[in-house]
């Protein structure tokens, strides 16, 4: 995850991290991605059921549930040991979590333990009511997921009407006093939607927006060949940072991520570099802190049925069920060949990874894409889009 407005228009600065001692449970949300302890951050995709039929979901998410979902109870003792491990926030995820009836109530066992809670959602069963329930259990914030304006989007979701109901959501949650967010994953039959989603950003007055790189999981796989190319990504990053700065120049700041591609963090410094070399320090410095991608190590994922994942993407392997042993066993325990590895993963990242001067702050970008692309799960990700000059020392 790299911040955009953070590093780019300078909302962020090296010391407003150290101030709070870097610790998980002591940082303010906007500067979680900058501690150092990485204590996990888990997605529960804690249902398969979906009232969508999006294109690309990862958890090729289904119209029934799985008899195997954890029970409200399993999920309690899950929120527990999660809390007392000190994981700072439980992302709710499906499928579409909404779809439970015990959403809340987890949520707000999540909030009584100390933990941040979130939900990642289509936003169509964001009702008035469920908005004040959601507010009134203290969820932190809510992240809906787009695909474009209206055509696309309901072209993308399998549903007609997606979009207005998804506008609709985000409207509840709103008026609820609840955080919202846009969720958008990058591809070619998209792309060229992006300057909708600021444009929406500014006239639906939404706080932030996360715009993630495809990830060749689940019925994402079959989108592959869609993905962007080399350049289009750079210009892409261009395109984000540059209506990044003009919201921020002209007093309507907003805050900007990109997810699920590390080489987007040296990209953003090159640029920087060139047209503030100062400022390009502190950037370079925050980088750092942030320390690159963290699968396996500050993310983790736990499906609906108990398995536990190195990250949402990752649902080939799984580390352990949660019904056997605690997740905090389970992630603590590096026995495991896979696991033990990406604790650690630049030591054993090849090709010209293992050359990158990057690699301090990318941490050899996503593993999960470079296994799905190669077969080879420590070769370079083919999604890095900086050249030779670029990454040599």
């Given at each position: 995850m790299i911040g955009i407005s953070k590093l780019y228009c300078n909302t962020v600065e090296p010391s407003d991290a150290l101030r709070y001692g870097r610790k998980s449970g002591r940082l303010p949300s906007h500067l979680l991605q900058f501690s150092e302890d990485k204590k996990p951050v888990?997605?529960?995709?804690?249902?398969?059921?979906?009232?969508?039929?999006?294109?690309?979901?990862?958890?090729?998410?289904?119209?029934?549930?799985?008899?195997s979902e954890l029970s409200t109870e399993e999920g309690k003792a899950l929120i527990e040991d999660l809390a007392a491990f000190g994981s700072p926030v439980m992302l709710f995820s499906g499928g579409e979590p909404l779809m439970r009836k015990d959403l809340p109530e987890l949520a707000r066992f999540a909030v009584e333990k100390g933990m941040r809670a979130v939900v990642s959602t289509n936003g169509c069963l964001i009702t008035r009511d469920m908005a004040k329930t959601l507010k009134d259990v203290g969820l932190s914030y809510v992240g809906i997921s787009l695909d474009g304006t209206r055509e696309v989007h309901d072209e993308f979701r399998g549903v007609s009407g997606a979009f207005d109901q998804a506008m609709e959501g985000i409207e509840n949650a709103k008026e609820a006093g609840i955080k919202v967010g846009l969720r958008f994953t990058v591809n070619k039959r998209n792309v060229q939607?992006?300057?909708?989603?600021?444009?929406?950003?500014?006239?639906?007055?939404?706080?932030?927006?996360?715009?993630y790189h495809l990830v060749y999981a689940g019925r994402g796989a079959s989108l592959?060949?869609?993905?962007?190319?080399?350049?289009?990504t750079r210009d892409l990053l261009d395109l984000i940072m540059d209506r990044t700065r003009d919201l921020h120049d002209r007093g309507k700041p907003k805050e900007v991520l990109t997810v699920d591609n590390h080489a987007d963090g040296p990209y953003l410094y090159l640029r920087v570099l060139r047209e503030d070399p100062e400022r390009a320090k502190e950037v370079l410095r925050l980088l750092e802190m942030n320390a690159g991608n963290s699968s396996g190590l500050g993310i983790g994922c736990i499906s609906w049925d108990g398995q536990v994942h190195a990250d949402q993407f990752w649902r080939h392997l799984s580390f352990g069920n949660v019904r056997e042993r605690p997740f905090s066993e389970i992630w603590s325990d590096t026995s495991h060949p896979v696991l033990g590895k990406l604790k650690n993963k630049k030591q054993h990242v090849t090709?010209?990874?293992?050359?990158?001067?990057w690699l301090s702050v990318c941490a050899g970008n996503f593993r999960v894409r470079a296994e799905a692309a190669t077969g080879d799960l420590?070769?370079?990700?083919?999604?890095?889009?900086?050249?030779?000059?670029?990454?040599?020392?």
């Open positions: 888990v997605v529960w995709n804690m249902t398969r059921q979906c009232n969508l039929k999006c294109v690309h979901c990862y958890a090729r998410a289904k119209a029934r549930a799985e008899d939607e992006v300057p909708a989603m600021f444009d929406l950003l500014e006239e639906r007055d939404i706080p932030r927006v996360c715009f592959m060949k869609e993905d962007l190319s080399h350049q289009e090709g010209r990874c293992a050359a990158c001067r420590w070769a370079p990700d083919p999604a890095c889009y900086l050249t030779d000059e670029e990454i040599r020392a």
